[in-house]
């Protein structure tokens, strides 16, 4: 799916969101080397337990992802 926003759509930068609280999304972003920029809205309780600690961003800019194509050893997110 990066691949297709990079390389097919053009994008310059795929973002993603979750829930602070939600460690497993948090992983997954993290796994495909999407890098953390912050936590925001700290404070703002939903129904949902632990939404009062905001939501994360994670982003992957294509000049990181064209590294991480050239070098595939850096695919495991070995640069941050």
Do not use: H, K
């Not at 053009?10 to 979750?18: M, V």
């Not at 632990?50 to 939501?55: A, D, F, L, P």
């Amino acid at each position: 799916m990066l691949a297709y926003g990079f390389d097919d759509l053009g994008l310059t930068q795929i973002f993603a969101e979750a829930m602070t609280v939600n460690a497993g999304s948090r992983a997954v972003m993290s796994r495909i080397c999407l890098t953390y920029l912050g936590t925001r809205g700290e404070g703002t309780s939903g129904p949902i337990t632990g939404s009062g600690q905001g939501m994360v961003d994670y982003a992957l800019t294509n000049d990181r992802w064209a590294a991480l194509v050239e070098y595939p050893a850096l695919r495991w997110c070995g640069v941050r």
